[in-house]
């Protein structure tokens, strides 16, 4: 290829231009380079060039050129084929031309350089019509003007109306010219790709229009469907439709159609009967039509808060399930948790697996079985007894207690009547099965506790009981458990619960340091509790005696722990102590593991036969309510006979010299290791006391931090800092807010507001 400028005539050289660009658009076969080398030359001649001269003359003939074409096309049955034939090899020859033309595209489009002078910027070829553009733009605007655009005006728009009749046809199931569609709409977006709005033409032309009748079209199908279908066969429907329309999408239009034409078919299938799919839902459940609440979950999300209605619907469903349970479990409750736990833990796993199945593990979903756990377990309303708190900490006592759902076990002992002692631990009736995976299954509920200060209360109690008693399964699940509850809500929850292992640990160190210093006493061994961290009944402290044969003991400890400790009092807690008792009197000895209670009334018989239970209760120090409690277990073994059924101040108590038994070794249940109302009251108003103080130091720690709170700001932010504890009421706030004021620690401003007192 030459680069020489040259004296060329115009005419000629077009001429075989013109030839050769002819042979380009009607594929006869050409050698590009003789043609790159004369339009080079045009545009390059001496002693004036020929470049706007070029650039028109090939304006012209293309516009001859589309104009005979489009008569062709307009001749064919098939006009949407015959478009996207003709289309595809003109943008082809129009490629190769605009490529055969570079060095007159650089010309022709010099204006766009702003370097150049105002005066060769003219924005058109000369004092033609044409802008200065590419010829590849040229042949492409030449097309849209003389063939879409025409055929637009003269013909009743008459490609697009047959590109839409054919994707009628595709909807219906019909064979329809996929290939030529593609081609045709894509010739759209192509004939505006070179302008500064790419996708103006194809906006207007096709996609518009296209969005009214694929409204149109569903409108009508999807009203024909739900009055002649049932709702599943609706959203099968629908499903079908949505899926085959998305690869429709991609088959015919551009990509920015997507979203909007997809959003068009979902308002007419889903949006316009979501009523008709939300109001099924619950029957769906019911029915367990999973897979219809698949597709209704799939539907639904596809619209704007188009899940929200069967969210609340689902919730409630889970709540009223678990609703059912508790209601079927009745008062029992309270005295098998472990129904309630396992039920209520096999529908939690029934839902979450239902999430994860049927709902794509949706997270809303996944928070609305969380709000309805929450209901089922602080909701009292349907069963009073099914209290969440007190059953889950009777369920982990239950698990945690050896030989759970069998008869307490003996803890500890003391010298007995015949003088003789022992030290041991029962180990009949244990649970050899491992309950750390229940407890860990069970955390999964406790989380949804409101009130967690009360699950602590009782379950705190319930640990004092194991560790006093020595009824723990094992040290190990009691640590595992108290581990879960410090992950769930920190340190401080569990401070008391590491206290009283610490206490069990040094009262173990405590007795053995006392057997070294007094080596005869066997068999006797003391507890030494913290009495902050121990959940105690004090009440339960009376003008108790002691029988002689322990005191010589105690007294020795006492001294023992004063000089070790000074300054630290012991105050006895005997209503917890327990002992071992030799029965000799008998054709057989036997040993009863007793309440120190228990004891001291067995032990005023070895000198009587007989005594009343009033004289029992001067003799012990007991009440006589305290000796109902501990002569019932004993009567109902047999060891006592009693005058009357009903053990009043004047029922006679004597032993039973027949009595006889099978074990040699008998335990005897005690009213310290069972609940008692009278402990569970006590425990709630524990409870209550405790919010009190918090809340009180919460509301002081927050108007010391910000000085000035309205009234509803102090409530809200009391509330915010004590729901992880547990749910105060805000009539209680209110009262901790008055007691504060009474104290002076806040001061009223302006009715509604409190200013805190330094």
């Not at 706030?733 to 007192?757: F, H, P, T």
């Amino acid at each position: 290829m030459s680069l020489r400028r040259k004296k060329i005539e115009f005419g000629p050289a077009f001429a075989q231009f013109e030839r050769d660009m002819h042979a380009i658009f009607t594929f006869s076969g050409l050698s590009g380079l003789d043609t790159y080398q004369l339009a080079y030359d045009m545009c390059n001649a001496t002693p004036n060039p020929f470049s706007q001269q070029l650039f028109l003359g090939i304006a012209e003939y293309l516009e001859t050129y589309t104009t005979g074409l489009r008569e062709v096309i307009l001749d064919h049955d098939d006009v949407v084929s015959a478009y996207a034939e003709a289309f595809e090899r003109y943008d082809v020859a129009a490629g190769i031309i605009s490529r055969v033309c570079e060095y007159l595209n650089k010309i022709i489009t010099q204006s766009n350089n702003t370097k150049l002078p105002i005066q060769n910027k003219r924005q058109t070829v000369g004092n033609s019509i044409y802008k200065r553009q590419t010829v590849q733009a040229l042949a492409l605007s030449i097309w849209k003007k003389n063939i879409f655009l025409y055929i637009r005006d003269h013909y009743d728009n008459r490609l697009i109306y047959k590109i839409f009749e054919n994707i009628r046809r595709d909807r219906d199931g019909f064979d329809a010219p996929y290939t030529a569609l593609k081609t045709s709409v894509t010739s759209l977006v192509q004939l505006n790709s070179l302008t500064d709005q790419p996708l103006h033409l194809y906006i207007e032309e096709f996609e518009r229009p296209y969005l009214v009748h694929t409204k149109r079209y569903y409108e009508a199908e999807a009203a024909q469907e739900i009055a002649t279908a049932s709702v599943s066969q609706f959203m099968t429907r629908a499903t079908q439709r949505l899926q085959q329309e998305s690869y429709r999408n991609y088959r015919y239009c551009h990509s920015t159609s997507h979203d909007r034409i997809l959003r068009e078919c979902e308002a007419q299938y889903v949006a316009a009967y979501q009523n008709a799919i939300q109001e099924d839902f619950v029957n769906m459940l019911n029915h367990g039509r999973y897979k219809d609440c698949t597709m209704a979950y799939n539907l639904l999300i596809r619209i704007p808060n188009g899940l929200q209605p069967i969210l609340t619907m689902y919730e409630n469903y889970v709540a009223d399930q678990g609703k059912a349970i508790l209601e079927k479990l009745g008062s029992s409750v309270a005295k098998d948790p472990k129904s309630y736990v396992e039920m209520l833990l096999d529908l939690h796993q029934r839902f979450y697996s239902l999430n994860r199945e049927t709902f794509a593990n949706n997270s809303t979903f996944t928070a609305a079985v969380d709000k309805a756990f929450r209901t089922i377990v602080n909701d009292t309303t349907i069963n009073r007894p099914a209290n969440g708190p007190e059953i889950l900490a009777r369920y982990c006592d239950m698990m945690l207690k050896r030989g759970a759902g069998k008869k307490e076990v003996a803890a500890a002992s003391a010298t007995g009547a015949s003088g003789k002692s022992s030290r041991r631990r029962a180990t009949v009736g244990a649970d050899d099965s491992d309950p750390t995976e229940s407890l860990v299954r069970m955390i999964t509920l406790f989380k949804y506790i409101d009130d967690k200060d009360v699950f602590q209360k009782f379950y705190a109690r319930l640990l004092a009981k194991r560790l006093i008693h020595g009824t723990s399964v094992s040290e190990e699940a009691e640590a595992t458990m108290i581990s879960r509850l410090k992950e769930t809500c920190g340190i401080e929850y569990t401070s008391k619960l590491h206290r009283m292992f610490t206490d069990m640990s040094l009262s173990a160190d405590l007795n053995s340091a006392f057997k070294n210093k007094e080596p005869t006493v066997k068999g006797f061994e003391m507890l030494v509790l913290t009495s902050g961290a121990w959940p105690l009944n004090a009440s339960s402290i009376g003008e108790f005696k002691v029988p002689e044969e322990l005191v010589k003991n105690i007294t020795m400890f006492e001294d023992f722990y004063k000089d070790k400790y000074s300054g630290r009092r012991l105050t006895w807690l005997w209503h917890l102590s327990r002992g071992d008792v030799k029965l000799t009197y008998l054709d057989k000895p036997y040993e009863l593991a007793v309440s120190l209670h228990q004891m001291a009334l067995v032990l005023l018989f070895n000198d009587v036969q007989s005594l009343s239970a009033k004289e029992i209760a001067a003799q012990t120090g007991l009440s006589i309510s305290d000796v109902q409690r501990s002569v019932k277990a004993l009567i109902e073994l047999g060891i006592f006979k009693a005058s009357e059924k009903q053990v009043g101040e004047n029922t006679e108590l004597a032993i039973n010299p027949e009595f006889t038994s099978k074990r040699t070794k008998i335990k005897v249940s005690t009213s310290a290791q069972a609940d008692t109302p009278q402990e569970n009251t006590a425990t709630r108003k524990a409870v209550e006391e405790d919010r009190r103080i918090f809340l009180q130091a919460a509301i002081v720690r927050i108007m010391k931090s910000r000085q000035i709170l309205s009234h509803q700001q102090l409530v809200q932010e009391v509330i915010d800092q004590t729901r992880s504890r547990f749910a105060p009421s805000v009539p209680m706030i209110k009262k901790c807010i008055e007691q504060l004021l009474e104290k002076q620690y806040l001061d009223r401003q302006d009715r509604d507001r409190y200013v805190y007192v330094a």
